[in-house]
């Protein structure tokens, strides 16, 4: 579904992904960690087409496709979806307004009628109970004076009315307390199937004890340094990344 | 079935599909800058260019005025004489040539004027038609009343006969100068006398026609009026005036649209408006300004310099004041408020677009006089291209204004880095009791919010219109529902390719 080949990125005259390979299959869920500024929002960003990086090697296929042919909204419709790390706030704007455009524009792409308001309303308070969000939130502007954590819950939320093919969750877990991280965990994995793909980037291991990957890389330095089972994922808790970091770049 | 979750739904539906149906149209409107510039085939019966005495007494002679008009024009003309054209606004303009306007223009009828729809030449019905605004009562948005105002002269007002069965006077003021002189004489320049400024004593030499609305005591005005003024001769300037008096207990909601065609050289619109509120009345004027906005280069557009004021009189009266600007090459206007009655209420929701080469100052000024008079002040400015949007608001609380509170809020957007946003607000407190809240913010559109939105699937375009318009809401929700959409679907015209 995804194949990334020796992908490089700069911004601001800085090398931040240097030679990047990940092999991204439906129904697999891939966990990248690795320390602070190590690039991995760089690379969900690059993914979702945020513009200011320049790609200076590498290649990229979304489902056979060249992905770098694709507007950031073209990705969308055709299933890619970013959990921001810091969700923007858009004042004035309901969450149901922007949810039920961002349906329609992708199902529109599918060739699917939209949605209705009243049908998108019923749509969106069952997902926002699974998620035990409060329903006044639907009509609160997009973000606007969210908590930290509810912000993460309300990138869930959007990604589980759009049902997308390939959803990067980038520190989803960060900033949510501990019944959230369940909740969420358990929304994330509801989601999961077998065609469907996630990457998700963590710095905790216990968000991996609920969203249990397939697969485990650590991203050190613009490399993918390591790569695993969820086994990896134990070891870095216990041992932290010093022991990796030197190691050669994997294959 | 009335309950309010069902109602809301309702609503919810109606306004997602007027949102959706608003980008479908953006579509097609974004080949075509400006879909109101076409010009309309019609003989006119126009006045020589130029400024006179002999001018002023040309036009009322036209009208069949009453002498104390003429009067009243003539010693407006003269005033004007001895002033001098205001130079302290924000904006920048070549010297008009007032010698070498055109000051009355009217397309030709065989009969005094139309007396029924049936009589008004099809092809003004096909224009206004094309403006979008049908003339044929059948066709006719349910619910709103129009007054068309072609170039000087009122061409047909709807819904006349409904409407007078409650005792609602609306009409153009042509008509209402023949058939209702007594409120005329009570009520012009009461609220706008001729020599309040240079424009407004222009205005009150030479204005040719408008629009005149009457609510009689405790009557709630059953429909929406509204006029549609719309520029069609060349160089003309329209110099309209409106006149709406609620009487006491009364309740009008009046919207106002203008649009005029593309042309090369500059026009002067210079109207004024004139709103009365009785005791416990209350005022609601909404206006969509589409005036043509001159070319990416600032080449044309309409000079828009109109002096709007409404005057509170009664107790609890309110008059609410709500613009979209989003036209003109220049607009320059500060719809008002003074507070006489105690516990009067002024309100002014506002916002100015400036893309390409235009230029706003805009505001308001409320002038608080009675006990425990309040005024709300909600601005939005934005700003692309090289546009310039200046906010210039007076709050004025005179000593006798006993607990009088105002709360102004000024936003700015700025769309690129070569537009531009000034905010002036000016306060005068003469009473310690007043409370007086001011905030500003300026904030640049931004491109994580549009990624946002790109990332979940929106075009770029949709995007800006979605923030634009999330920036601009607390003003659109003041706008009666089909304005809000026509205000919607303007701003994400006027700002197509300012960003990205
Ligand atoms: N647009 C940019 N211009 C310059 N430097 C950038 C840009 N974007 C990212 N960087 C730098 O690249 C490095 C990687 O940043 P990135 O946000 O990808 O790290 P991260 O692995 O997500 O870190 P964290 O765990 O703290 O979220 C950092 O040093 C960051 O400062
Ligand atoms: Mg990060």
Same mark, same amino acid.
């Given at each position: 579904?995804?194949?990334?080949?020796?992908?490089?990125?700069?911004?601001?005259?800085?090398?931040?992904?240097?030679?990047?390979?990940?092999?991204?299959?439906?129904?697999?869920?891939?966990?990248?960690?690795?320390?602070?500024?190590?690039?991995?929002?760089?690379?969900?960003?690059?993914?979702?087409?945020?513009?200011?990086?320049?790609?200076?090697?590498?290649?990229?296929?979304?489902?056979?496709?060249?992905?770098?042919?694709?507007?950031?909204?073209?990705?969308?419709?055709?299933?890619?979806?970013?959990?921001?790390?810091?969700?923007?706030?858009?004042?004035?704007?309901?969450?149901?307004?922007?949810?039920?455009?961002?349906?329609?524009?992708?199902?529109?792409?599918?060739?699917?009628?939209?949605?209705?308001?009243?049908?998108?309303?019923?749509?969106?308070?069952?997902?926002?109970?699974?998620?035990?969000?409060?329903?006044?939130?639907?009509?609160?502007?997009?973000?606007?004076?969210?908590?930290?954590?509810?912000?993460?819950?309300?990138?869930?939320?959007?990604?589980?009315?759009?049902?997308?093919?390939?959803?990067?969750?980038?520190?989803?877990?960060?900033?949510?307390?501990?019944?959230?991280?369940?909740?969420?965990?358990?929304?994330?994995?509801?989601?999961?199937?077998?065609?469907?793909?996630?990457?998700?980037?963590?710095?905790?291991?216990?968000?991996?004890?609920?969203?249990?990957?397939?697969?485990?890389?650590?991203?050190?330095?613009?490399?993918?340094?390591?790569?695993?089972?969820?086994?990896?994922?134990?070891?870095?808790?216990?041992?932290?990344?010093?022991?990796?970091?030197?190691?050669?770049?994997?294959? | 079935?009335?309950?309010?979750?069902?109602?809301?739904?309702?609503?919810?539906? !109606?306004? $997602?599909?007027?949102?959706?149906?608003?980008? +479908?149209?953006?579509?097609?409107? /974004? =080949?075509?800058?400006? @879909?109101?510039?076409?010009?309309?085939?019609?003989?006119?019966?126009?006045?020589?260019?130029?400024?006179?005495?002999?001018?002023?007494?040309?036009?009322?002679?036209?009208?069949?005025?009453?002498?104390?008009?003429?009067?009243?024009?003539?010693?407006?003309?003269?005033?004007?004489?001895?002033?001098?054209?205001?130079?302290?606004?924000?904006?920048?303009?070549?010297?008009?040539?007032?010698?070498?306007?055109?000051?009355?223009?009217?397309?030709?009828?065989?009969?005094?004027?139309?007396?029924?729809?049936?009589?008004?030449?099809?092809?003004?019905?096909?224009?206004?038609?094309?403006?979008?605004?049908?003339?044929?009562?059948?066709?006719? !948005?349910? $619910?709103?009343?129009?007054?068309?105002?072609? +170039?000087?002269?009122?061409?047909? /007002? =709807?819904?006349?006969? @409904?409407?007078?069965?409650?005792?609602?006077?609306?009409?153009?003021?042509?008509?209402?100068?023949?058939?209702?002189?007594?409120?005329?004489?009570?009520?012009?320049?009461?609220?706008?006398?001729?020599?309040?400024?240079?424009?407004?004593?222009?205005?009150?030499?030479?204005?040719?026609?408008?629009?005149?609305?009457?609510?009689?005591?405790?009557?709630?005005?059953?429909?929406?009026?509204?006029?549609?003024?719309?520029?069609?001769?060349?160089?003309?300037?329209?110099?309209?005036?409106?006149?709406?008096?609620?009487?006491?207990?009364?309740?009008?909601?009046?919207?106002?649209?203008?649009?005029?065609?593309?042309?090369?050289?500059?026009? !002067?619109?210079?109207?004024?408006?004139?709103?009365?509120?009785?005791?416990?009345?209350?005022?609601?004027?909404?206006?969509?300004?589409?005036?043509?906005?001159?070319?990416?280069?600032?080449?044309?557009?309409?000079?828009?310099?109109?002096?709007?004021?409404?005057?509170?009189?009664?107790?609890?009266?309110?008059?609410?004041?709500?613009?979209?600007?989003?036209?003109?090459?220049?607009?320059?206007?500060?719809?008002?408020?003074?507070?006489?009655?105690?516990?009067?209420?002024?309100?002014?929701?506002?916002?100015?677009?400036?893309?390409?080469?235009?230029?706003?100052?805009?505001?308001?000024?409320?002038?608080?006089?009675?006990?425990?008079?309040?005024?709300?002040?909600?601005?939005?400015?934005?700003?692309?291209?090289?546009?310039?949007?200046?906010?210039?608001?007076?709050?004025?609380?005179?000593?006798?204004?006993?607990?009088?509170?105002?709360?102004?809020?000024?936003?700015?957007?700025?769309?690129?880095?070569?537009?531009?946003?000034?905010?002036?607000?000016?306060?005068?407190?003469?009473?310690?009791?007043?409370?007086?809240?001011?905030?500003?913010?300026?904030?640049?559109?931004?491109?994580?919010?549009?990624?946002?939105?790109?990332?979940?699937?929106?075009?770029?375009?949709?995007?800006?219109?979605?923030?634009?318009?999330?920036?601009?809401?607390?003003?659109?929700?003041?706008?009666?529902?089909?304005?809000?959409?026509?205000?919607?679907?303007?701003?994400?015209?006027?700002?197509?390719?300012?960003?990205?």
């Amino acid at each position: 579904m995804l194949e990334v080949r020796n992908l490089s990125v700069r911004a601001d005259g800085k090398d931040i992904l240097n030679g990047i390979n990940l092999s991204i299959h439906r129904g697999e869920v891939h966990a990248i960690m690795g320390p602070n500024g190590s690039g991995k929002s760089t690379l969900a960003q690059v993914l979702a087409g945020r513009e200011g990086y320049e790609i200076t090697d590498g290649e990229v296929a979304y489902e056979g496709e060249n992905l770098f042919d694709l507007d950031p909204e073209e990705r969308a419709q055709a299933g890619i979806f970013l959990a921001f790390q810091y969700p923007v706030e858009i004042p004035g704007v309901s969450n149901l307004y922007f949810l039920r455009a961002a349906l329609n524009a992708i199902r529109k792409t599918k060739g699917q009628d939209p949605m209705d308001a009243i049908d998108f309303l019923e749509l969106a308070k069952k997902k926002m109970a699974n998620l035990e969000m409060d329903s006044t939130m639907i009509e609160r502007s997009v973000n606007a004076g969210f908590s930290g954590g509810e912000k993460k819950r309300n990138e869930i939320f959007q990604m589980s009315i759009l049902e997308p093919k390939l959803a990067i969750l980038d520190e989803t877990d960060s900033g949510l307390d501990i019944d959230a991280l369940k909740l969420v965990s358990h929304g994330v994995n509801k989601l999961r199937d077998p065609d469907r793909a996630m990457v998700v980037v963590t710095h905790y291991q216990r968000l991996l004890n609920y969203i249990v990957p397939d697969f485990v890389h650590v991203l050190a330095g613009g490399h993918i340094v390591k790569s695993g089972d969820k086994n990896l994922a134990l070891e870095l808790e216990e041992k932290g990344y010093g022991w990796i970091e030197e190691a050669e770049p994997t294959k | 079935m009335t309950g309010t979750g069902r109602e809301r739904q309702h609503l919810t539906e !109606l306004w $997602g599909n007027l949102m959706s149906s608003a980008t +479908d149209e953006l579509e097609i409107l /974004t =080949t075509q800058d400006y @879909k109101y510039g076409f010009v309309t085939d019609v003989e006119s019966d126009s006045a020589p260019p130029g400024l006179s005495e002999d001018i002023v007494r040309f036009i009322s002679a036209k009208k069949n005025e009453p002498e104390f008009l003429l009067e009243w024009r003539l010693k407006a003309y003269r005033n004007w004489l001895e002033m001098k054209e205001p130079a302290w606004h924000n904006v920048h303009y070549s010297p008009i040539d007032y010698q070498s306007i055109v000051y009355y223009s009217a397309p030709k009828s065989k009969k005094d004027g139309p007396k029924s729809l049936e009589e008004v030449d099809p092809e003004l019905l096909a224009t206004y038609e094309k403006l979008g605004i049908p003339l044929n009562e059948q066709a006719a !948005l349910a $619910g709103v009343a129009v007054d068309a105002v072609f +170039d000087s002269v009122s061409v047909a /007002t =709807t819904f006349k006969d @409904k409407l007078s069965e409650m005792g609602v006077i609306f009409c153009s003021f042509s008509e209402a100068v023949e058939n209702h002189p007594n409120l005329i004489q009570k009520y012009l320049g009461t609220v706008v006398p001729p020599t309040d400024n240079f424009f407004a004593a222009l205005n009150s030499a030479v204005f040719s026609d408008g629009s005149f609305c009457y609510i009689p005591k405790g009557v709630r005005c059953p429909m929406e009026l509204s006029t549609y003024f719309r520029i069609n001769a060349a160089n003309t300037g329209q110099f309209e005036r409106t006149l709406i008096v609620a009487d006491e207990g009364a309740y009008v909601s009046y919207l106002e649209g203008c649009t005029a065609p593309m042309r090369d050289e500059n026009q !002067l619109h210079a109207a004024v408006v004139e709103l009365v509120a009785l005791d416990n009345s209350q005022i609601k004027y909404s206006t969509v300004q589409n005036w043509y906005p001159g070319d990416k280069d600032g080449k044309g557009g309409i000079y828009n310099f109109v002096t709007k004021r409404g005057k509170c009189q009664g107790v609890n009266s309110k008059i609410s004041w709500t613009q979209v600007e989003t036209g003109s090459a220049i607009t320059w206007k500060y719809p008002s408020c003074v507070l006489i009655g105690d516990n009067s209420v002024g309100e002014f929701y506002s916002v100015a677009v400036t893309n390409n080469r235009q230029q706003a100052d805009t505001g308001t000024k409320m002038i608080h006089i009675g006990k425990n008079t309040s005024s709300t002040i909600i601005s939005k400015g934005i700003s692309a291209g090289y546009g310039q949007n200046a906010y210039r608001g007076l709050v004025k609380i005179q000593k006798g204004a006993e607990g009088a509170r105002n709360f102004s809020q000024c936003d700015s957007m700025l769309m690129g880095d070569k537009c531009g946003a000034h905010t002036f607000p000016y306060l005068e407190v003469k009473n310690p009791t007043a409370q007086v809240e001011h905030e500003a913010t300026t904030s640049k559109i931004g491109e994580d919010q549009i990624f946002y939105l790109n990332q979940r699937g929106i075009t770029t375009e949709d995007a800006i219109s979605m923030i634009v318009n999330g920036f601009c809401k607390e003003v659109f929700r003041e706008l009666p529902m089909e304005f809000a959409v026509e205000a919607q679907k303007l701003l994400g015209v006027s700002l197509e390719g300012s960003v990205g």
